[in-house]
């Protein structure tokens, strides 16, 4: 756990020293903010599930911009070699760089709560629906780093590693649309393996468990695929 803490630091530490970072979060920030600010005109509503929607997708950007240098630019330095050789484990290596990049990005989710405080100002808005899409968002945005985390193991490369993970997480996320094309029972088997799948549940205010097992799976299948793809750099 010490060694997986420091790794975690250690890569939080470098998104603060890094410009793309804030440039990715500027990016991030300024999307959702148009997102809310065009759902509030729209939208009678005090709610903020007219920005939770299309920031989903902004979040699978953000997922693969946040995660694509994590192993590629330590393969592409020299410095992965040096990383295998100490006395960590692959799985403190995976873990704890997951950590350091979901730390940044619960800051930067975290500072979407001005959209619903600013709502709590001038209206009264239910705190359940906001709070059950603030978990979904947070549970998809595991999800996307855990993915982007392995494709960031595959390769050398930063732009081939947020290529292959935005490939993955938005083939995940339109399978449940391509879904609709099959016979109902394949395209109901197909459709589950769909990160839209829950995803608008939480957005509505629903909290399923089905969701949120969903959600843990994916973060620990991919996490559990970079570990092995990590094991395997070291061996060859």
């Known amino acids: 756990m010490k060694n997986t803490g420091t ?10 020293t890094s410009p793309m970072a804030y440039v990715v979060g500027a990016v991030f920030l300024a999307l959702t903010g148009i997102f809310f600010g065009y759902s509030s005109a729209t939208y009678s509503s005090t709610s903020v599930s007219g920005y939770l929607g299309p920031g989903s997708l902004v979040l699978l950007l953000l997922g693969a911009m946040l995660t694509m240098r994590l192993i590629a630019e330590e393969r592409k330095m020299g410095t992965l070699e040096l990383l295998l050789t100490a ?15 979901l730390g940044l990005l619960t800051a930067l989710i975290a500072l979407t709560l001005y959209y619903p405080l600013l709502l709590s100002i001038f209206g009264d808005p239910d705190w359940g629906p906001i709070s059950a899409g603030y978990l979904g968002l947070f ?4 999800a996307a780093l855990s993915i982007g985390l392995f494709a960031s193991t595959l390769t050398s490369n930063q732009i081939v590693a947020a290529v292959v993970s935005g490939g993955i997480l938005f083939a995940l996320w339109f399978v449940g649309q391509a879904a609709s094309f099959l016979p109902k029972d394949l395209g109901n088997t197909v459709a589950y393996f769909s990160l839209s799948k829950y995803y608008p549940d939480f957005t509505s205010g629903m909290i399923d468990t089905r969701g949120v097992v969903y959600y843990l799976s994916v973060t620990v299948l991919f996490l559990f695929l970079g570990i092995r793809s990590l094991e395997n750099s070291r061996w060859n």
């Open 7 to 16: 790794i975690a630091l250690r890569e939080l530490t470098s998104y603060t």
């Open 87 to 101: 006395p960590v484990r692959d799985s403190e290596v995976i873990i704890g760089k997951f950590l350091g990049s």
């Open 139 to 142: 549970l998809l945005g595991c």
